[in-house]
């Protein structure tokens, strides 16, 4: 195997991720915009972007386990070329049937495609990079994927705004198609487990084998999850339902200049995951997981001046800079926080099971974000005209979590 960490496997899995997650942050960024400008319903969207996360919660650990029995590049290279088989049909329907229920039905095969394929993303690096390069790897793909986000979003709320949704569309099913391409010609060392079972009785098993690892042999991933599933619950999802709906629907901005704005509060969210992942790779050596809480505490302070800003301020240009700047600096500090944790869990998991347990992690995380997303839906929708309460709320539980967080990884760091 090829230890070096700028191997041609690596790269191609990085250009083609490039390629990928750039359509993928442009698809995600255009359909729930869409949904929202026709209805200006929060609470509507809120279900359906809730209703999207349903197979990716389910797929998430078959995804796992398949990384782990069969060729991950043959999983990219199929998963992409589906991606676009959707985005085309929906391309194709969106005049024929019912809108409301085609963009469900389309945002929850991209979303469990996507929870699908990370797993086989995320369990190729310790086949690809020597385990000293691991955090450095997780830095590359975490910078790679804020890059794309940052550029589909800007770019998605330009042609938007100017021509609508169909360029998006086609842009994004060529994407996807360069990326499987490209993806055939990526060669990941793999080892065939053989099993006699039936398809049902391996999931379970495998899916039972990790639960254990990481109740009984990794505990400190298992309470990590907990912190992971309240921060989703109570920050994460209140982030992806306010963005949309305060910058178009709330704050006093022309709507053409309120979907650009949007445009470019997503690139700032992207920006601050680039910056976020460019730092946790710079100083990966100097990062620490016991001092992983301050991270999650300084993300719930963010939230606060959010709140102050619509209380205090009724210019829509300056609550629009406050939310975009405390939205950039949460994703600054959140994506050091994962590449952290990703890298510590590839670290301590073995081989065989390392794509059952990511899978199990990215679950039990995704399990918040419905909840949270229909929660605070329906929260802005019943609270309409006192946004920042909703806001406020939030901020107060998630620094309570953060701050029990803090107490948890000192606790570990000293075993």
């Not at 992207?270 to 100083?283: E, K, R, T, V, Y």
Request: proline residues 3%; charged residues 10%; positive net charge.
């Amino acid at each position: 195997m090829d230890q070096k960490l700028f191997s041609k496997d690596f790269m191609l899995v990085i250009i083609g991720q490039i390629i990928s997650l750039f359509g993928n942050a442009t698809i995600r960024f255009a359909l729930p915009l869409y949904l929202l400008n026709l209805t200006g319903s929060s609470a509507l969207y809120g279900t359906v972007t809730a209703c999207a996360f349903i197979p990716a919660i389910l797929l998430s650990p078959i995804g796992g386990i398949v990384a782990d029995r069969i060729n991950k590049r043959n999983i990219m290279v199929i998963l992409d070329f589906f991606t676009a088989t959707v985005i085309l049909a929906f391309s194709l329907l969106i005049n024929e049937v019912n809108l409301i229920l085609l963009l469900t039905i389309t945002l929850m095969l991209l979303y469990g495609i996507a929870s699908a394929y990370q797993p086989s993303v995320q369990a190729s690096i310790p086949a690809l990079v020597n385990q000293d390069n691991f955090m450095v790897a997780n830095s590359i793909i975490n910078t790679i994927s804020s890059f794309a986000s940052l550029i589909g979003p800007v770019l998605g709320g330009v042609l938007y705004s100017a021509y609508g949704l169909n360029p998006i569309l086609w842009v994004c099913v060529v994407c996807f198609i360069i990326s499987a391409i490209m993806e055939i010609f990526i060669k990941i060392p793999f080892q065939k487990q053989t099993s006699n079972d039936n398809i049902l009785k391996i999931a379970k098993t495998d899916f039972t084998e990790s639960i254990r690892f990481i109740r009984k042999e990794k505990p400190v991933i298992g309470k990590t999850l907990l912190v992971i599933y309240g921060i989703n619950l109570f920050l994460s999802a209140m982030i992806i339902v306010a963005l949309p709906y305060l910058v178009t629907e709330v704050l006093n901005l022309e709507a053409s200049q309120a979907n650009k704005l949007y445009g470019f509060a997503e690139g700032a969210l992207a920006a601050g995951g680039l910056i976020g992942g460019i730092s946790a790779g710079i100083f990966a050596n100097k990062l620490s997981i016991h001092k992983s809480g301050n991270l999650v505490i300084a993300c719930a302070i963010c939230v606060f001046p959010i709140s102050a800003a619509l209380i205090l301020f009724s210019s829509g240009m300056i609550n629009y800079i406050v939310i975009t700047l405390c939205c950039f600096f949460i994703m600054i500090f959140s994506t050091i926080f994962t590449v952290q944790m990703m890298s510590f869990i590839q670290t301590e998991t073995p081989q065989n099971l390392i794509g059952k347990v990511i899978a199990v992690i990215l679950t039990v995380s995704m399990c918040a974000q419905p909840l949270g997303n229909a929660l605070y839906g329906i929260l802005f929708e019943v609270c309409r005209g006192y946004e920042y309460t909703v806001v406020l709320f939030s901020g107060i539980i998630s620094l309570i979590i953060a701050i029990s967080t803090r107490n948890i990884f000192k606790k570990f760091s000293t075993k």
